[in-house]
Nanobody
Framework: QVQLVESGGGLVQAGGSLRLSCAAS????????MGWFRQAPGREREFVGK????????YYVDSVKGRFTISRDNAKNTVYLQMNSLKPEDTAVYYC??????????????????WGQGTQVTVSS
């Protein structure tokens, strides 16, 4: 039904910025709540932030609040994660996810129906 394709990951120095993109297929994308998650080696998948269908509502986990910004462009079927002031502890595989049941998702990975393939973000110290 929905496929998510992520891009924009890479290697950056601490303090740098990176913008991740998640392109979605499916005409129902605009009605889905979207979330970003990340997973570092040896650790469980971690919630990063979420955005409502309209983009009016956003929420971020404390560790990234003030540094990361989620936005979406429904006309382009794309959600973004702008990451500023990156820290080594931000190093992880980042995933975008869609919640087909909610217009504003939760912080729980289990609630999301569709996932991107993930993109590696590595922050050097």
């Amino acid at each position: 039904q929905v496929q998510l394709v992520e891009s924009g990951g890479g290697l950056v120095q601490a303090g740098g910025s990176l913008r991740l993109s998640c392109a979605a297929s499916g005409r129902t994308f605009s009605s889905y709540g979207m979330g970003w998650f990340r997973q570092a080696p040896g650790r469980e998948r971690e919630f990063v932030g979420k955005i409502s269908w309209s983009g009016a509502l956003t929420y971020y986990v404390d560790s990234v609040k003030g540094r990361f910004t989620i936005s979406r462009d429904n006309a382009k079927n794309t959600v973004y994660l702008q990451m500023n002031s990156l820290k080594p502890e931000d190093t992880a595989v980042y995933y975008c996810a869609a919640d087909s049941k909610r217009s504003y998702g939760t912080s729980n990975a289990v609630d999301y129906d569709y996932w991107g393939q993930g993109t590696q973000v590595t922050v050097s110290s």
